[in-house]
């Protein structure tokens, strides 16, 4: 994974910049450079001293419990409790039985067709909150936010009292006659989850890529369209190339989000709709089986950590969660 | 989650720009686009009316008819020794995890101002915590601290949670703040004999004070959100969000809008300070910055 300005910088603003700015990502080789021009002085505070607490808790407490639950992946679990004889069978059972198999991929398929509808509905809405102006722009780029500065767990909830037997939607229907008995199969299904989903996590397409087109110079389309383009054109050959770190940005949050979601199907999927994190979730809340939940859990780890490294090529990983901002 | 900063940046960058816009021909797609965006602010927007509407409603069932308006609920959340206790704990794990992680990450912004080896390195660590899918953040601590004979509590394993939760964004909040600025304040005290801690407390800190104000509100609200990596580690101190999630897995209890509007409405609350603070210190950071010295005109665009 690399980490350096370079690789969304290269997407995310082709047209050169004849002024170079100081980076504020947090990338090392900008960082120096910038330090380098700006004054030979060094900052104050002694480096070990300013980053030696942060990094000691995050080695403790972020590093070490994870490298912990590595080792334990490998140990037994009994009705006795959990033991450190080692063995690859907690991995062997993740890959093998058919059912955590076909919960994985279900996860992903669910994961994946959230991440593609809330893309279907966020890059309209994206664009034209890039096209406002002014405090009209302000104002709708907050309300944009509201809904999402709570927590998703009350996000989620809602939809229980739309969906359910007693719902909204139920309630109009009967209330219009158009049914005489209240519809069940609006909710714990994956279909309740996969629109909970798409509630709960839309902010994270909308933003990123709301950043991208907003940093688009307005001289680079009135240059297009004075040049002949038609809007569609415009479109396909400008903008949406030059948005295209925030759309990566925007898939690969919502996509890491909806993959390991644990709320939304426990409260809207029922049986059925149930995904990977609840099977997680059973085996240290129910099962009490920490040796094979410690590997199914590495197993979506390792998920994620791939598709990082796969979209490192053309998003640096700190990008992905500043919203695909290079600046 | 990063995003309420970056949103004020948007709205300033929004105010500031000049620059010629494109001439607008299409009318019909931008009807269309209005048209569009009506219904996705509905989308957005009718679920959470629809909790409001419902929190005054009569009937024990937590949804439809509505058979009459009343406040009675909201004394029920109030008056639920549980539910304040619970408010108190929030309260509580949340200012501590905010002080905590923003000082931590103010620290370590501080020192990625200096070149050192293993940057690269740092940067993934303070990172891990948002990567790692939050039900294993929670999981893996509910091992480690268990394994190592903590007892889960709040200001022990639910306050580490927390921090870890908050430390990244902190950071990722304040480093561009810290980054920014125009040093040369900070050279003509050092050259005038100042030392280090007074250039802090009197130059530094002044300059990215509103960035610190601001992050240690979202940091609040990330942790008085926080619900995933907590029910792995509550033990029986249970935080707003874990004591809402038991109503509703136990029994739909019929207070569940009322108090769910209360949460959204601190939630909103706090955060709206936070992204005044955040315009606030986009400006200032505009001002000190040295974008601002190479280009006078950025540090009034904004006034």
């Known amino acids: 994974m690399r980490t350096t300005a370079e690789p969304s910088r290269a997407g995310g603003r082709p047209h050169s910049d004849p002024e170079p700015e100081p980076d504020p990502s947090p990338s090392p080789d900008a960082g120096r450079k910038a330090r380098r021009k700006e004054s030979g002085v060094r900052p104050i505070g002694r480096p070990i001293w300013l980053l030696g607490p942060g990094v000691l808790w995050l080695l403790v407490f972020g590093l070490a419990p994870l490298l912990f639950m590595l080792m334990m992946s490998f140990w037994t679990s009994t009705i006795f409790g959990t033991s450190p004889d080692f063995q690859f069978g907690n991995y062997a059972r993740v890959i093998v039985t058919e059912l955590y198999r076909d919960q994985l991929f279900k996860t992903l398929r669910i994961a994946f067709m959230t991440t593609a509808m809330t893309l279907v509905i966020s890059y309209p809405v994206a664009y034209l909150l890039s096209r406002l102006q002014g405090m009209r722009k302000a104002l709708f780029v907050l309300m944009m936010f509201l809904p999402f500065w709570t927590s998703y767990v009350i996000r989620a909830f809602v939809w229980l009292p739309i969906l359910g037997r007693n719902g909204a939607i139920n309630n109009t229907l009967l209330a219009l006659g158009i049914i005489d008995q209240p519809l069940d199969w609006l909710l714990f299904n994956e279909g309740a989850v996969f629109l909970g989903l798409v509630y709960v996590y839309t902010l994270f397409m909308t933003l990123p890529i709301y950043l991208s087109l907003e940093k688009i110079d307005p001289a680079l389309i009135e240059a297009a369209t004075d040049l002949g383009a038609r809007p569609a054109a415009v479109f396909r050959r400008v903008i949406l190339p030059l948005s295209w770190p925030g759309v990566l940005s925007g898939c690969i949050m919502v996509f890491l989000l909806s993959v390991s979601a644990f709320v939304t199907p426990q409260l809207l999927g029922g049986a059925s709709g149930i995904m990977y994190g609840n099977v997680i979730a059973s085996q240290f809340l129910a099962n009490n089986n920490w040796a094979f939940g410690s590997a199914l859990s590495l197993t979506l780890v390792a998920i994620v950590l791939v598709l990082l490294l796969v979209s490192s090529r053309w998003i640096g990983v700190q990008h992905v969660f500043t919203g695909g901002r290079d600046s | ?303």
């Open chain 2, 1 to 303: 989650m990063a995003g309420p900063s970056t949103a004020s940046r948007g709205a300033v960058a929004g105010e500031k720009r000049a620059a010629p816009r494109p001439r607008r021909p299409y009318g019909a797609y931008r009807t269309a686009l209005w048209i569009y965006a009506g219904l996705f602010y509905a989308f957005l927007y009718g679920p959470l009316l629809m909790i409001v509407f419902l929190s005054f409603n009569q009937s024990e069932i937590v949804g439809f008819p509505f058979t009459g308006f009343t406040t009675h609920w909201y004394g029920v959340v109030f008056e639920s020794p549980a539910l304040v206790k619970a408010l108190g704990n929030s309260l509580g794990v949340g200012i501590l995890a905010a002080g905590i992680a923003t000082s931590l990450a103010l620290a370590l912004a501080m020192g990625f101002r200096h070149p050192f080896r293993g940057k690269t390195i740092v940067l993934y660590l303070i990172l891990v915590p948002i990567i790692i899918p939050g039900i294993i953040g929670g999981i893996v601590l509910l091992i480690f601290f268990g394994y190592s004979g903590v007892r889960s509590s709040l200001y022990t394993t639910v306050l580490v949670a927390h921090v870890n939760w908050v430390l990244p964004f902190a950071f990722l909040t304040l480093y561009p703040r810290l980054h920014g600025f125009d040093r040369a304040l900070e050279e003509a005290a050092m050259d005038l004999g100042a030392p280090p801690w007074k250039i802090f407390t009197r130059i530094v800190f002044p300059i990215v004070r509103p960035g610190v104000l601001a992050t240690l509100l979202f940091s609040f609200s990330l942790s008085f959100d926080e619900f995933i990596r907590t029910i792995f580690v509550t033990g029986f101190d249970r935080t707003i969000p874990v004591q809402f999630w038991g109503l509703i897995v136990d029994e739909l209890a019929p207070q569940l809008p009322a108090m769910a509007v209360l949460i959204i409405v601190i939630s909103i609350f706090s955060s709206l300070i936070g992204f005044v603070f955040m315009g606030r210190a986009a400006r200032r950071a505009a001002t000190w910055s040295g974008s601002a010295r190479r280009r006078p005109e950025r540090a009034f665009a904004t006034r």
